[in-house]
């Protein structure tokens, strides 16, 4: 068990502050779209695109579905 919280830490850790925020917004029930997102945060839909990228690499996954899985499962979002 201390091993899963170690790697959560470090996966927490690893995100960056506006990564956690487009995670989260990701995750939410309202589903999004990159350009939703984007709108929330007062960025591009290009730049959320680019943070999806890093966090589907930095979690180990490829699809929407798969980061969202990935972000419940590592008890990133709630």
Same mark, same amino acid.
């Given at each position: 068990?201390?091993?899963?919280?170690?790697?959560?830490?470090?996966?927490?850790?690893?995100?960056?502050?506006?990564?956690?925020?487009?995670?989260?917004?990701?995750?939410?029930?309202?589903?999004?779209?990159? !350009?939703?997102?984007?709108?929330?945060?007062?960025?591009?839909?290009?730049?959320?695109?680019?943070?999806? !990228?890093?966090?589907?690499?930095?979690?180990?996954?490829?699809?929407?579905?798969?980061?969202?899985?990935?972000?419940?499962?590592?008890?990133?979002?709630?």
């Amino acid at each position: 068990m201390a091993a899963g919280l170690r790697g959560r830490a470090q996966v927490k850790q690893a995100l960056s502050a506006r990564e956690m925020e487009v995670l989260q917004l990701t995750c939410d029930a309202e589903e999004l779209s990159y !350009r939703g997102i984007g709108d929330k945060l007062g960025i591009s839909t290009r730049t959320v695109q680019s943070h999806i !990228r890093n966090l589907n690499e930095k979690l180990g996954v490829s699809t929407r579905t798969g980061l969202v899985l990935s972000a419940f499962r590592w008890g990133l979002v709630v």
